[in-house]
């Protein structure tokens, strides 16, 4: 395997606007050891903490003495712990993925599918009205002074509040289940979709359009040879963007109606009965997703620009 | 009787509407450009040399006068496809080949697909860069992306060639390589060549017809027609003849300025 060095092109090389850090797992592969490291001893070290007031709670009531071994194994290993140790958790994930069946509905699985599967409709209805704003507002000049202000107003609007009210008002028209989620993944997701695609589709430069217009090119001909592919690094990035927004909004809006399955009902109950081990291990649930969805618009990424001749 | 005129401008004057207040960017300017022509323009920054091939090319709108390209409006000509404009940058598409770029303007004008094989292949052995229509922009030199891009200029039945400094940005000995190679290509084509540039030799070496024009307003403060030969060796920047034309244009630059 080699190392790409970003800056070994030519002068005259267009790399995208955003550096693309391709193959250099084996730099990154000691500091990324270390500090994962690092984060375990701080976490071990804070359960002890955390859970000591307990342990010695329980001391005091049943009159045992506690020593430094039997606190340490106790703060590590108890039913509801403030925070739970990595290995508790570690090993409620393996219990409830792998060790029960997928239909079943203790399965960590089965909540993440029912998650997933609303963030990607979101995912993908969110890029699609994104999209199809931002080549409005290129094209268009009362669309660029009219709708910009509305995408930056919804964004401020906090999303806990505003979650409830499009799963009232679509159940009360008869619509549940997996869509009212996507409206609110779609909803978080849309806005760096806008923005990345009118930076992209107006970054060719002066003498591009010019050119064009030598040619007698049509609009659309600008649009699709020109406008469209010029956006492609910008695009990318921001559907980065929109997968981690996307899933943040599914599990929100699982978060009101009290919903039985997803993550975010995992979410919910456990903080309902305190179960701290079953909160951490949804939390860390919902990140390995947000990360594997991330990094398979990443390697599609790395795959289109290079196609394109636009990555190393 | 004479034929027409390819370029004719009469009066011509075009002011900028800017923050500090209007700014007249050329002013006064008449000038006829003959077939098969290669007419340089030269002068100071500001000077609206820049602006007066954009007004030929309907990417500028004149304010006053008139312009005539092929004896139609610039517009008119800019529809019908009847110039190639080679600009300061190369300005090829990094997603392209070099093969591709050339066909771009090709695909928007709706040539055929074995046409534009052909006519992609033509123009680079023109330019000299046959066997790189695969290589992507990023793997040519500077020099070599601006061949790629004058190509692209002529890939199309344009008669005429403008020229926006497209050499400017090179170092001396691209430079007289690719000078040389223009002159080549334009007794080969018989193209009408209209070519803004800073550099005196340049102008005096490539031109038929020498436009000098001086700031303030932008007009034009002399028009020198050479008569050194069509065939023109490099050497030829050493011979009196050369001199002599390269002193009148300096003169002519120089007198613009004196007016300020």
């Known amino acids: ?312 | 009787m004479r034929p027409l005129p390819v370029i004719s401008a009469k009066n011509l004057s075009l002011t900028f509407e800017t923050n500090d207040g209007p700014v007249q960017a050329l002013k006064n300017v008449s000038l006829d450009i003959e077939k098969g022509d290669f007419v340089s323009f030269i002068g100071p920054s500001g000077c609206g040399k820049t602006t007066f091939l954009r007004c030929m090319a309907d990417l500028e709108q004149p304010t006053d006068g008139a312009i005539q390209v092929n004896g139609v409006t610039p517009a008119q000509a800019r529809m019908a496809r009847a110039y190639g404009y080679v600009f300061q940058a190369a300005g090829l598409y990094p997603w392209r080949t070099i093969g591709g770029n050339i066909r771009l303007p090709l695909e928007i004008m709706g040539y055929s697909k074995a046409e534009q094989v052909s006519r992609v292949g033509r123009v680079l052995e023109l330019v000299e860069l046959a066997g790189f229509e695969r290589k992507f922009p990023w793997q040519l030199s500077g020099g070599m992306q601006q061949r790629a891009s004058i190509a692209r200029a002529l890939a199309f039945d344009a008669d005429i060639l403008l020229m926006d400094e497209p050499f400017g940005a090179l170092d001396e000995i691209v430079r007289d390589y690719l000078n040389e190679q223009l002159l080549r290509l334009w007794a080969r084509t018989g193209k009408t060549i209209a070519f803004v540039t800073h550099s005196i030799p340049e102008a005096v070496y490539l031109s038929t017809k020498i436009v000098v024009m001086s700031p303030r307003p932008g007009r034009i403060s002399d028009v020198i027609t050479s008569p050194l030969p069509k065939e023109r060796p490099l050497e030829i920047r050493e011979t009196p003849e050369f001199l002599e034309i390269a002193h009148r244009v300096r003169e002519g630059l120089r007198s613009g300025h004196r007016d300020e």
Do not use: C
């Open chain 1, 1 to 312: 395997m080699t190392v790409a060095t970003p800056s070994s092109g030519p002068s005259g090389r267009i790399l995208g606007p955003f550096g693309s850090g391709v193959g250099d797992m084996r730099q990154s592969f000691w500091p990324v050891v270390t500090i994962l490291g690092l984060l375990l001893v701080l976490w071990y070290g804070a359960a002890i903490w955390l859970n000591a007031a307990w342990t010695y709670d329980k001391a005091t009531r049943s009159g045992a003495t506690v020593t430094a071994t039997s606190l340490v194994a106790d703060t590590w290993a108890q039913k509801k712990p403030k925070l739970p140790a990595p290995h508790q958790v570690a090993v409620e994930i393996w219990e409830t993925t792998v060790l029960k069946k997928v239909s079943s509905k203790r399965s960590l699985v089965y909540h993440s599918w029912v998650t997933l599967s609303a963030t990607l409709l979101g995912f993908g209805m969110g890029t699609l009205l994104g999209t199809l704003l931002a080549v409005g507002i290129v094209f268009n000049r009362t669309m660029d002074m009219s709708v910009m202000p509305w995408v930056i107003a919804s964004q401020t609007i906090p999303i806990l509040a505003i979650a409830p009210m499009i799963i009232v008002v679509l159940n009360a028209v008869g619509v549940s289940g997996l869509l009212p989620k996507a409206m609110i993944s779609m909803y978080l997701s849309f806005f760096p979709v806008v923005v990345g695609m009118v930076k992209g589709l107006r970054s060719p430069d002066q003498i591009q359009l010019d050119q064009m217009k030598t040619w007698y090119a049509s609009a659309s001909q600008t649009f699709w040879k020109l406008r469209l592919p010029a956006s492609m690094p910008y695009f990318f990035t921001s559907l980065k963007i929109a997968m981690a927004a996307s899933l943040v909004g599914a599990i929100v809006g699982e978060l009101p109606t009290g919903a039985v399955a997803g993550l975010g009902a995992r979410l919910l109950a456990g903080s309902y009965y305190g179960q701290t081990i079953q909160i951490w291990s949804a939390l860390i649930m919902a990140a390995a997703l947000a990360a594997a969805l991330v990094g398979i618009i990443g390697l599609v990424q790395r795959v289109t620009l290079r196609r394109m001749g636009m990555a190393s």
